[in-house]
Structures are given as C-alpha cells and as structure tokens.
C-alpha cells in the first residue's frame, strides 16, 4: 500500500452527492477496489431504487472491483451483523491482494459498526460481574477495561453504563475466545463528500426524477411479479415503500412523487445528523464540496491523503 500510513480509506456523505462515482476514481488512481456500505444495494435485482449505477464503477473504460453489492436475495432481512462479517472477509482479501480498500456508502450504522469494530455478538448480560462492579468507581473499571484491550472508542469510558457493558463483552470474550473474530486494525482515512442544503435538494428532486424516468416503478412491479409482497417493499423503506403505496392505489403518482421527494430530503438531512455524531464521537472526517469538479476534488483528496502521519 506504498508509503500510506492508512490501511482503509472511507468514502462517505447523504445521497445524491455523487460519492460512489469520486471513489471509483480515486480507487483508479490508488489501485485501489470498493467495498460498499450500503444496506439496500446488497439486494440483488432492487437496483434503480437503491440508487446502484453500475456506470459509476467504470472509469476511463476500466470497470473498478466492487464488492457487497448484488449479495443477497429481495425478501432476505440482511443486517449489520452479517454486514460487518462480510467487510471483515472482504477487506483482508483485497489487502492480501495489496489493494487499497476503499469503503464507500451512506449507510451510517454500517460505516460505524466497521469504523470502531464494534463487537456485535449479543453478548449475554452477566449478573455476577454486574453485581462486583457495582463496587467499583469510575476509574478503577477504566482501568479494568484498559487490561483486557487497548481501548480505542473512548466513548466506551464516558458513562458507567458504557463502561460495565464494555467490560462485560471483553469478559465474555475472554471466557468465549471461540467468539471472538478476528478483527483487522482499521487506519482509516475518512473523506466527506457533502454539498449545501439548496444544491442537496436540487440534486435528489432531479435524480428523483431520472429514475422513475428510467423504470424505477416497473422495476418494483418485477419484484413483486417475482414474490415480494407489498408489505415486504414497504420493509425496504423510501422509494420501495411509496413505488408499494401507489400500486396500491393509496398514493396518487402525482402525491407518491411529491412524498417520496420531501422523505428523501428528509433521509439526506438524518444522514448529515449521523455523520456529525461520528465526529462529536471522535471520528474525523474531511469535508469537500460536491460541488467542484471531479478532478479538483481528486487533487485535494490526494493532497490530504500524502500529509497523513
């Protein structure tokens, strides 16, 4: 991976900002592969309305590797658990290939289940260590917490709450070692791509628009001739949850248009909200304009990338 002090670069920010398409390319540069953290594209066949371009992954005529999407089959409920075993999976192989990983979506739970390697086991609530702990100030679980691992997520010490649960699942695994996955030390390189309020919305109506243009309606109606109840589409949320109400006959297209538009707004608005926790949480992310040309943005994510220490 050269002279890079990071072993992960991340891709992030709300829909329509044109992320995928910047990290395609900057994966072209780097000789890098793409791993998506998105929690609808993994589906198969639901690809206008989760937003997949395969034309984003082309770059001056090279189709860049991309992985996690196309993964499952509509109808399967996928979560994040299965989520962050795959990225693990996939990031050793394409590391072991010496290809940067290039994460890119807008699933934030995703992103931050891999970002800070959460422990996702469901790790039994223990009684009997509660109950010692209860003992125990601030400072000497702090202090225990720190013998098990090196701790990263400092958030992890902020609440006593936080910190018997973080004892509680080192125990666990300590105790279970069977469980523990092997989880790769992330260095990850966090880029934003974000743009303001008015450019968002004129970006999401006008893309909006290209895609019940390009059959986003007919592909519902596939899904369903293919099994996928209507309920099940409402299951996948925003343009398969009002694409479901209109066939219906609950939403008129006209009123399916306009509700879907203000809910995507909406969408973008609590993605920007999650990202700006992870960074009050101690994950940095560096900003740049979606506005500006490709090539300019590259430049800049390039510069950043060789200052990193």
């Not at 400092?154 to 006593?160: E, M, N």
């Not at 509700?259 to 609590?270: G, S, T, Y």
């Not at 940095?284 to 510069?303: F, Y």
Request: charged share 30%.
């Amino acid at each position: 991976m050269g002279s890079f002090s990071f072993n992960l670069i991340t891709v992030l920010g709300p829909t329509a900002t044109g992320k995928t398409c910047f990290a395609a390319k900057l994966a072209d540069r780097l000789d890098g592969e793409i791993i998506s953290a998105d929690s609808r594209q993994v589906y198969k066949r639901m690809d206008i309305g989760t937003g997949k371009d395969y034309n984003d992954y082309i770059v001056a005529g090279k189709s860049i590797p991309v992985h996690l999407i196309d993964i499952v089959e509509p109808g399967y409920e996928y979560n994040v658990f299965e989520y962050q075993a795959d990225f693990v999976k996939v990031y050793n192989e394409i590391s072991s290939r010496g290809k940067i990983p290039v994460l890119c979506g807008g699933s934030g739970l995703y992103l931050e289940a891999v970002l800070k390697g959460y422990r996702l086991i469901n790790v039994p609530v223990n009684e009997t260590l509660r109950m010692e702990l209860e003992k125990k100030s601030m400072e000497e679980m702090a202090a225990m917490l720190r013998s098990f691992k090196t701790v990263h997520n400092i958030s992890d010490l902020v609440t006593r709450k936080r910190l018997v649960r973080a004892i509680e699942i080192e125990s666990f695994y300590l105790e279970n070692p069977d469980f523990r996955q092997d989880y790769p030390d992330l260095k990850p390189f966090i880029i934003g791509i974000s743009c303001d309020r008015e450019s968002r919305r004129e970006r999401i109506t006008k893309r909006l628009i290209q895609r019940l243009n390009n059959g986003m309606i007919e592909e519902a109606e596939r899904l369903i001739r293919d099994g996928i109840s209507l309920e099940k589409m409402m299951y996948y949320g925003l343009e398969y949850k009002y694409i479901a109400l209109f066939l219906k006959g609950e939403l008129t297209y006209d009123e399916m248009f306009t509700d879907l538009n203000v809910a995507i707004h909406q969408f973008a608005k609590r993605q920007m909200t999650w990202f700006r926790r992870m960074e009050r949480n101690g994950i940095k992310i560096h900003w740049i304009d979606a506005n500006q040309a490709d090539e300019h943005k590259l430049n800049k994510t390039l510069e950043l990338l060789q200052n990193v220490h």
